[in-house]
């Protein structure tokens, strides 16, 4: 079994930055690809972004050049380093996993930024 949990999520106001982290446990033998998902009420849950065990990253557009991920393997740890947060980034954020093409969910955090 794996768990991943999150921290660093609050409130900031616009412009402010947040940082969140995520550190997954359990049975892994290695990640492939780690990420940041979030899900605004009433909509769908979207990838933020990702990074691979290689180190190989994607991006949503409309976070690009104000979100940075990155990854400690020997730790199983993921960080979002979030810049110039604007009211449109406030949702629920979510850790997740790829583990052999299983995918693990954390239980997420709330990112809320004021206008």
């Known amino acids: 079994q794996v768990q991943l949990v999150e921290s660093g999520g609050g409130l900031v106001q616009a412009g402010g930055s947040l940082r969140l982290s995520c550190a997954a446990s359990g049975s892994i033998v290695s990640i492939n690809a780690m990420g940041w998902y979030r899900q605004a009420p009433g909509k769908e849950r979207e990838l933020v972004a990702r990074i691979t065990s290689f180190g190989s990253t994607n991006y949503a557009d409309s976070v690009k050049g104000r979100f940075a991920i990155s990854r400690d393997n020997a730790k199983n740890a993921v960080d979002l380093q979030m810049n110039n947060l604007k009211p449109e980034d406030t949702a629920g954020y979510y850790c997740?996993?790829?583990?052999?093409?299983?995918?693990?969910w954390g239980q997420g955090t709330q990112v809320t930024v004021s206008s």
């Open positions: 997740a996993a790829d583990l052999d093409s299983n995918w693990y």
